[in-house]
């Protein structure tokens, strides 16, 4: 087999780039492959090349690599593009936030009700949000046949608009599904004996079949709950499935959020760092609050200083392995203790040629291309999927895909009318709100999202925020974007 | 021709009641009909009756009226069925923005984006929603073939609820759509050479097609909102068709907002009241604010109290005329010079054969009775007059009617997407959330609309003014319905 040319657009990014390459190593129908890895950033560029190369390497895969810097170069001639880049970097968001917060936007202007999720933003992300759509309209002038994943946030934002103005093959991807992974594993019950189903928006999905051998398992939901509840405490920001919020948000919508859904509730979990902590948990409020996010950040820096780390280290000892006891000690060994856990845990899963990453890229490509049925939970516009969801909204749902494309299941239950006219429309409305502002130039949309915003208290507050955002000098583009009307 | 029997549930608010007598009393295919007007209140019932047979008598017709205080009475064998009732009187929402004002919510809790009309409350207004429930069953029940003419508002979520929930023949009569003939009016155009449609939902309907000898006159508007504006200031509190808020909402939404919508933009025009001053003008800040609605619950009062003056003169003289020099000496010398006057003007207006109050309902009736095609703007199921807007939602569209029933009109040109999506749905999902409330008896539902609110800083702030409200005397019922959850 020839393999394919796979692009991934922002492979600086050293963990899910790793995921993706070794579930490629892992899967036979695309051996002999191709992955274009590209970034703007030489240093992490270089780095995941080289640990890319050990993974294939020490798997015995016969996967080939390039490293480019050049977007376009790397978008041609490939049947799959993974975008997962973040423009700006996770920096630009903390200016965001700070100038948010100077004018009275605890969290940033970008934190809204069912959006809460810190690298999500969809207002000040102008930058962001042209990049996506730039190199899709790049994938349909160079490969107009190629696949693109979508990775990189705003998903929802991100598929919509694409599905809806450029004319290519995509789909966005996401894992907040396996939530329901976990909760299945935290009642101890049998997976194969479990039908569930989810259904949503992405970061916005909800429990809408639960059935232990065919009957209503949702019973076992409020055990669950009541028992994990009795002593909260999660064990790191991300640890919010079973929480008092999720706990709060079940008993109002009658359906479990899964995921990232439950980081996004309304303003009551959320006020302030105290409100957090109540409905989050000790001592971090969740991974959105100024702590958890904090923690997350922190994290990132280190895991991105040891992946270089590792790859110098290679780049030094060509012959040496991932897991022996010397690498260990010779590269590791500065980092936090559950941090070297962690990472090498990683690494020896990455390793294991019968464990996947639980990313569903590979999974889907594999699909398309071998035709090798997979059921996935996918981001695709509605068109009728969901009753009472316009057809052009892109939504996350159970889907198989194969050599013909994706193709839905039929939602059954159907979602809750209170999820749809109380979560998801509200949610939806202000995707089409942000596609709005992206589409027209009208700083005056951005405006209205904070007109309905709870943390504002005069439109003179409101003009000032975004006038101090757009002045930033990265934003240069999106002010004059802004300044047609 | 017998004529049928026409039930009007509030009979007591003069001023609409004895405009329905004074249509009524114009039309012929109505002639001989029995007008069965009931109210709780039994003197302001006894004033109407008095008023309105002097009105049929003045103007040679052979109306007849019934007074009775038994809703199953007045509705029984009744053809047509006006609901204006308003239950807790205006009293009411002075106490509940009085509680809402102490937590902190300017002009009550109930004053939402999109709708801050001080008389149409959706949250607290449970009384009202049950009892305009309750008529419609028992319609249902003792004149199943009869029409339901809602008046009492909120217009918009009952004739929802009522469609949706009970099979009876239901339709809600407003008359916002007049602004239309305001602004043409003092464009000075000729009437019939203009080519209009308003579409969208009640208090929240847009200028869709606007057309002179054939060709789009949008820059006509464009033409007085200049010189209008030039030195704004509005003759009362409800001036406000040609003013800067409209102005503002027509230059964002690219369509001019009509009659009551005008009143319903986001709380950018309604922080404070020198907020809305800024916008609607001084020096009452529009009808809304806590001047515009003194001025307008004063004058109320007034009137009120004139009406029962007049039909205590009439009682003690029955020979006399309502326009003699006697009359108006004798009752309205001591009303204020200006209510003088527009009294006076009413009173003419209603005597004047030919004239015909400007409201929809006999025209309805007319034209569902004796087949006389007429063309209104009226509120009724969407059923895909509007696309993008769910079926059942009740829409303010143009339509026919005549015998075989209300028939909507093509909207064409479509209303904007920007105003679908920016000012349509989100008054949409207020409505679907209250409907939500009233039909699951859910208090989280209630307090759903306050974390969703900018005027909010904390949920307990929420919890507090919800409790306070459900405690006052009145709201008995209310608060059973409310604590089944
Ligand atoms: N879909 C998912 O499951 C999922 C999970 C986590 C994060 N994400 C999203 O993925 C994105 C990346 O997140 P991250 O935390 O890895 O960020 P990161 O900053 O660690 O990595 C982003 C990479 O993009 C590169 N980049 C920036 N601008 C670029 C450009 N113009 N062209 C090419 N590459 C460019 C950077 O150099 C960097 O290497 C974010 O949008 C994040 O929200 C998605
Ligand atoms: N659709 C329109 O064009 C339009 C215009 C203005 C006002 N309204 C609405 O009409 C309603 C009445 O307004 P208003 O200003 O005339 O109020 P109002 O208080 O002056 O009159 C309401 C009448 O209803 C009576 N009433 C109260 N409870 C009753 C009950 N249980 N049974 C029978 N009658 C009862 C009162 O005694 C009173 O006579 C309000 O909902 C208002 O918002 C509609």
């Not at 405490?233 to 919020?245: A, E, G, R």
């Not at 760092?273 to 922190?298: A, H, I, M, N, R």
């Not at 006891?325 to 990683?346: C, P, V």
């Amino acid at each position: 087999m020839p393999g394919v040319k796979i692009s991934i657009i922002g492979a600086g990014s050293a963990s899910f780039s790793l995921r993706l390459v070794g579930d490629l190593c892992k899967t036979k129908g695309l051996s002999g492959s191709l992955v274009s890895l590209m970034d703007i950033d030489k240093n992490r560029l270089n780095a995941v090349h080289t640990l890319a190369k050990k993974y294939a390497e020490e798997l015995g895969s016969d996967l080939r690599f390039e490293t480019t810097m050049n977007l376009e170069d790397s978008i041609k001639d490939a049947s799959f593009v993974v975008n997962t880049a973040l423009v700006g970097g996770h920096s630009y968001f903390e200016k965001v936030r700070q100038i948010s917060e100077k004018y009275g936007y605890y969290r940033g202007i970008d934190a809204q009700e069912f959006n809460m999720v810190s690298d999500y933003y969809t207002i000040s992300n102008f930058n962001q949000i042209k990049f996506m759509f730039d190199v899709a309209k790049l994938i349909e002038k160079l490969s107009p046949k190629a696949w693109l994943l979508q990775a990189a946030n705003p998903v929802f934002e991100l598929t919509t608009l694409i599905s809806r103005v450029v004319p290519i093959n995509m789909v966005g991807i996401c894992h907040g599904h396996h939530g329901v992974d976990y909760i299945i594993e935290k009642m101890g019950l049998e997976k194969q004996k479990v039908d569930w189903q989810v259904a949503g928006v992405n970061h916005g999905i909800w429990l809408t079949r639960f059935k232990y051998e065919g009957k209503d398992a949702h019973h076992l939901i409020d055990e669950l709950l009541e028992k994990e509840l009795k002593n909260f405490k999660p064990t790191n920001p991300f640890d919010d499935q079973i929480s008092l919020v999720a706990k709060d948000m079940y008993e109002f919508y009658g359906r479990m959020p899964i995921g990232d859904t439950v980081r996004n509730g309304s303003w009551k979990y959320h006020y302030n760092l105290e409100t957090k902590k109540k409905w989050f948990g000790e001592p971090w409020g969740g991974v959105d609050s100024e702590l958890g996010w904090k923690w997350y950040q922190e994290r990132q820096a280190e895991r991105a200083i040891i992946t270089q780390q590792v790859a110098k280290y290679f780049k030094e000892n060509p012959k040496a392995k991932l897991l022996s006891k010397e690498t260990q000690q010779a590269i590791i060994s500065t980092a936090k203790d559950d941090l070297k856990k962690e990472y090498t845990k990683e690494v020896y899963e990455l390793l294991d040629p019968e464990k996947k990453s639980g990313e569903q890229h590979i999974l889907l490509a594999n699909a398309l291309l071998n035709d090798e049925k997979v059921d996935l939970v996918l981001n695709i516009l509605n068109k009728g999927t969901i009753p009472g969801i316009a057809d052009d909204v892109a939504v996350e749902i159970p889907v198989y895909a194969d050599k013909n494309g994706i193709h839905p299941y039929k939602i059954d239950p159907d979602i809750p009318e209170r999820i749809k006219k109380m979560y998801l429309m509200p949610r939806i409305l202000r995707m089409e709100w942000a596609l709005e502002a992206f589409l027209t130039g009208d700083r005056r949309v951005l405006e209205e999202f904070l007109i309905r915003d709870p943390r504002t208290r005069s439109y003179e507050q409101v003009v000032k925020v975004i006038d101090e955002i757009l002045a930033l000098p990265e934003n240069e583009e999106m002010r004059k974007h802004y300044s047609k009307k």
